[in-house]
């Protein structure tokens, strides 16, 4: 019998939102030696509570073994870095982030976003748990910790009071195993009229768009407005203002206070973008069961497709090597006979091999040598920026395609 329980309401879980079979970690990119020897699939199986309609996959590995080592640099986007200079910007002018005041970021990567506060004599603190990332960001002058955020991080932050005015977060509240603890951080590490941001995948935008592919084992939660907001309110945080961002796909910004904080009213957004998801079902189980035939239906279309690619002789690469493209490919079952090999930008990726289905990684320049026909493009939503940079590729007649939410040649 099923013994899982929902990670913050603790209502057993019984209900299947997606289950996507067997997959590698997504980030567990290989090496030339590694692939003689065994590699560890663990279940990528999502489900939805009833109790408190959190979407969530059970935790099969520490987060310490995930993220101790991380593969991910923020710094190799540039259209990332564009949104971190936005967001800095407005947050200055909305909230008078000043030289007096403390900013935060919870997951602050190589300091790819701390870096802008910085530059404006702003006092900014990192938090980050990889190790090798955190020393890329301290190498340039931005203060960071290596430690997971929670109520003993925050604790000792509060004891050397070191609160925070903007406390924030970038796609790390879906990485959080103990989401209880990780909230209730937050509540302590904030000054009593500070702002907390946190930037999330969006379930609607993820369900309307058909992106099973950012379900993986390091996103253990998938939020709604609704549910998010009953977990900051369990823990004395109230969210006052939304913001729908392109990013990722469709993301949310939330924005939060202490509840006792009454000088920030409750933006008309909120209410707006919860009558939205109630009106769309997202507060009825049912809504939720009608994912998962969507997504296997998108499989045998992919695997169409791929199937006459090559039955006409057409050869088919990838670019990118995001974690979401591997889900894909391994739910897909997408190996080499499919896909001749991917190239990704990102020197900690090239000359590795995609977890799994063993696709090796290669600099984009392979594909002036090897002029493929079509060119699939596994982080769709950077697919303007790669078809801008790789559009070369019609001087032969190549294509560009993407699989999601459909799949599309470009």
């Not at 977990?231 to 006052?240: D, K, P, R, V, Y």
Request: proline share 5%; glycine share 6%.
């Amino acid at each position: 019998m099923n013994s899982l329980k929902c990670r913050f309401c603790k209502t057993p879980l019984q209900h299947t939102f997606l289950d996507l079979g067997l997959s590698p970690l997504s980030n567990s990119y290989l090496r030339a030696e590694q692939l003689q020897q065994p590699e560890t699939f663990y279940p990528l199986h999502a489900y939805i509570c009833d109790g408190c309609y959190l979407v969530q996959l059970p935790i099969f590995e520490t987060p310490e073994n995930i993220f101790s080592d991380y593969a991910y640099f923020s710094s190799y986007s540039e259209s990332w870095l564009k949104h971190a200079m936005t967001y800095t910007g407005l947050m200055i002018e909305r909230f008078g982030i000043n030289s007096q005041s403390r900013v935060i970021e919870i997951a602050s990567n190589d300091g790819y976003l701390l870096q802008y506060f910085k530059d404006r004599g702003i006092p900014v603190l990192g938090i980050e748990p990889a190790k090798n990332v955190a020393k890329a960001a301290q190498d340039k002058g931005i203060p960071t910790i290596s430690e997971f955020f929670g109520t003993q991080t925050a604790g000792k932050l509060a004891s050397e009071g070191k609160y925070a005015d903007l406390l924030l977060g970038n796609n790390v509240l879906a990485h959080v195993p103990d989401l209880n603890d990780f909230v209730k951080g937050l509540k302590i590490v904030l000054k009593p009229n500070g702002v907390i941001t946190m930037e999330f995948p969006h379930l609607m935008r993820l369900m309307d768009g058909n992106q099973f592919d950012t379900i993986y084992h390091e996103h253990f939660s998938y939020f709604s407005l609704i549910t998010v907001g009953k977990i900051f309110a369990s823990h004395g945080l109230t969210l006052f203002d939304v913001d729908e961002l392109p990013t990722h796909g469709g993301s949310l910004r939330i924005y939060a206070r202490h509840t006792e904080d009454a000088s920030k009213p409750i933006d008309r957004k909120i209410t707006d973008l919860k009558n939205k998801e109630e009106a769309l079902g997202f507060a009825h189980l049912e809504h939720y069961f009608s994912f998962s035939e969507k997504v296997k239906e998108t499989k045998r279309k992919i695997l169409t497709f791929l199937i006459e690619a090559k039955r006409n002789g057409k050869s088919v690469v990838g670019y990118g090597a995001p974690a979401k493209g591997n889900t894909l490919l391994n739910y897909s079952g997408i190996r080499t006979d499919f896909i001749d090999y991917t190239v990704d930008r990102s020197p900690h990726k090239q000359d590795h091999y995609l977890p799994g289905t063993h696709i090796p990684i290669h600099n984009p320049e392979k594909i002036r040598e090897t002029r493929p026909d079509y060119l699939v493009i596994l982080p769709w939503n950077l697919k303007e920026e790669i078809m801008e940079q790789m559009s070369y590729i019609r001087d032969w007649g190549g294509k560009f395609v993407v699989f999601i939410p459909e799949v599309v040649v470009l």
